[in-house]
């Protein structure tokens, strides 16, 4: 609720984007840097936090619904003003692509306008009047108290917004932690945050999770932690909650989404979209398509034509129009290239010219075949512009595929035939979450439900969804007496 001077450690932020120093070394770009929340901010956090909820007596829970819509447009208004420099920010921050930097801005801003229309159909505006059988029931969608939210570094602003915003709009008041590659694009929306909603209905701490969080998780006093990052990090943040079983968790995790390509599927349309879900921010996505299964007989054509088109399109700095690769984080490189190597030690061959080269924080995408069982490509997440291929010969294989992941996201299946689509997307769809016919794996449009099973989620997100999952259905149950009727 207030905006604090800092005088203690800071983190340097260097940007993925690398420059030539005066020794001729490639060396990132430095972009400025950001306050080390000591253990101490953080309780000054929480207590603010755990203040303004004041256990649902608070101004925030227990104000109106429609009030708590003008708090959030008012920060809409705010954050529009500052687009050009949060869509900068976030290119140079992460090196994501202009055009996707602003895509991303844009998104945000339309997924904050639809929650409010959503919510203003929501059980009427949270107040619903029902009566049964002599009883007079108002429903109510009612918050759930203290949200710990932490956000990711390939969509900082608009994965983090998807659960922020709705979290907020429900009556939670918030510790938020924004992502450690993606912190400085929230400093010009810090004003905002402290002038359109109420003291410590907000409340930031940035730097290292492992200071921050088992201190806050430690006291119990978190009601729920919603994190879009690693099924790993979930799991521990939730064992340091005294009482887990009264923490709810809303999670975006882990994925491996598999593009199961039939004999009969149309090659170039499956090549387009699998080049696409690859490569689409550098593969950066937990949507992205992360282990491609091609039936044996097509293999080879499938191989040659996303050869092609993969020679074809463009890696360069994240300002450069159509540019689809650019620069890695620190370390991603180094991680992408062990990923290869494994692979190649273990009899597979890295298919186009120069793949998997690398010039500073820029990764050549690597086409790997035949990936096998026992290679780290077959199960691990690569998270980047790394695209394996496995060749099967019965489709009972790509299915035991599926079925056998810890993953549990979505799947891509292409072919031209209905009767295979129909005889498959049954079994698919009671192991992931959305199956995707003849297109790549996406999100989109943010009104579908977003989530997984096994390691890949918790809770729903989406519009719709979000809205339910960050508040509690609650009613007050009247008896139809005519003094009460009155
Ligand atoms: O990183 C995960 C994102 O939710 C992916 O969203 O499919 O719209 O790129 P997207």
Known sequence: GELRTWAGAVQTVRSPVCVRNADGELEPVVLGSYPESSEAEADAALAAAVAAYDQGRGEWPTMSVAERIACVEEFTRQMLAQKRQIVQLIMWEIGKSFADSEKEFDRTVEYIRATIAELKQLDNNCSRFTVVEGTIGQIRRAPLGVVLCMGPYNYPLNETFATLIPALIMGNTLLFKPPRFGTLLFYPLLEAFRSAFPRGV???????????????????????????????????????????????????????????????????????????????????????????????????????????????????????????????????ADFMASLVADAVAKGARVLNKGGGERAGSLFRPALVFPVKEGMKLYREEQFGPVIPVVAFEDVEEALEYVITSDHGQQVSLFSSSPDQIGHLVDPLVNQVCRVNINCQCQRGPDVFPFTGRKDSAEGTLSVHDALRSFSIRSMVATKQTPANTK
């Open 202 to 332: 907000i409340n930031t701490v940035y730097g290292r999770g492992s200071v921050v969080v088992p201190r806050v998780m430690a006291t119990g006093k978190i009601n729920v932690l919603t994190l879009i990052g690693s099924s790993k990090i979930a799991d521990q943040m939730k064992k340091m909650h005294p009482k887990s079983n009264r923490l709810r968790a809303v999670l975006g995790l882990d994925a491996k989404n598999a593009a199961i390509v039939l004999p009969d599927a149309d090659i170039e349309l499956a090549v387009k979209e699998c080049l696409l879900g690859t490569l689409s921010f550098n593969g950066q996505r937990c949507t992205a398509l992360k282990m491609l299964l091609v039936h044996q007989s097509i293999v080879d054509p499938f191989l040659r034509r996303f050869g092609e088109e993969l020679a074809k399109i463009k890696i360069g700095m994240p300002w450069e129009p159509g540019v689809m690769v650019t620069p890695l984080p620190e370390g991603k």
